[in-house]
């Protein structure tokens, strides 16, 4: 491959990917890519196949038919592991952090099981390595936990918790970023401070995100797709895709977009205020 044919090549790719549970086809024929260093969102209404969708691309789930390939190399045959070695980090719906640990042994334990080390070293500090320890400073530090990086994990805010999930993911060194529904439960204040962090993040690390906020969804996505009984029905620019009437109509009829997600907050006129400042986070 030469190095112009690489600069372009996409950091996810989907080719006609499906998944069916018996009768039930969850995902339908996707094909999508996401472009190396994007922030792209995957949107739809509850069951739509989101998660099913990230399952097959983490290789959390086979998929029934179809190819997934990261920068170009097709992992469809690849285990979860495999991938997570490869570069692909992701953070879940439901929280998959330690409560009874501290938010730098959190992050650290990913880091250690991705570097293949198991959890022997939680038995002895000193078969942490150093290297593992900066790491996770690091990771605690780039979503500005410093502060709160040796308390138990199971004090902190909802929001800070997630923004923990992301520094575990962030551990894992990962290329291509998954967030499933990051903002869930967060109040604007915190979905805006998690809106900065994900801006934050390194440029050339790809970030694909699920997410019912769509306000946060317009602020983070350049280019959004959208779900549909398992079917790709609207993938493009944000603004494109935000006025598509596909979508509109697929979903609505003459209602608003914001209408369609069971989870999104009402239309403008009552829409809470998401503030352009950063607050502080409650202790
Ligand atoms: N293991 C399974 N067995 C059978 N059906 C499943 C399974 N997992 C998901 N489904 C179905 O697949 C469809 C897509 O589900 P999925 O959870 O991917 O949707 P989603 O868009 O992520 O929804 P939500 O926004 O509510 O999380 C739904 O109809 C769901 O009931």
């Not at 789930?61 to 992701?90: I, N, Y």
């Not at 530090?141 to 805010?157: F, Q």
């Amino acid at each position: 491959m030469t190095a112009d044919a690489h600069a372009v090549t996409p950091a996810l790719t989907l080719r006609n990917v499906t998944k069916r549970y018996g009768a039930l086809t969850a995902v339908d024929d996707v094909s999508l890519e996401v472009a190396k260093g994007g922030r792209h969102a995957l949107i739809g209404p509850n069951g739509a196949g989101k998660s099913t969708l990230f399952n097959l691309v983490s290789g959390g789930l086979p998929t029934t038919s179809g190819q997934v390939l990261f920068a170009g190399e097709d992992v469809t045959s690849r285990s979860a592991a495999w991938r997570a070695r490869r570069g692909l980090g992701k953070t879940f719906q439901h929280s998959s952090l330690f409560l009874s640990m501290n938010p730098l042994d959190n992050v650290a334990l990913a880091a250690q099981r991705v570097a293949g080390k198991g959890m022997s070293w939680l038995t002895s500090s000193a078969k942490r390595t150093s290297e593992i320890d900066d790491l996770a400073e690091q990771c605690v530090a780039d979503v500005g936990l410093t502060d709160r990086s040796h308390i138990m994990t199971g004090t902190l805010s909802h929001g800070e918790r997630r923004q923990l999930e992301v520094a575990v993911a962030l551990a894992t060194r990962p290329r291509l970023l998954l967030l499933d529904e990051p903002a869930a439960g967060m109040s604007p204040a915190e979905s805006q401070r998690f809106a900065e962090l994900v801006r934050s993040l390194p440029q050339d690390l790809t970030v694909v995100i699920i997410e019912h906020d769509l306000d946060l969804v317009f602020q983070l996505a350049e280019r959004v797709s959208v779900l549909h009984l398992g079917a790709l029905i609207a993938d493009g620019p944000v603004d494109e895709v935000r006025e598509d009437p596909r979508v509109q109509q697929a979903y609505l009829g003459e209602g608003s977009l914001e209408e369609l997600f069971h989870d999104a907050p009402p239309p403008a006129s009552t829409a809470p205020t998401v503030p352009t400042t950063t607050e502080e986070t409650p202790a």
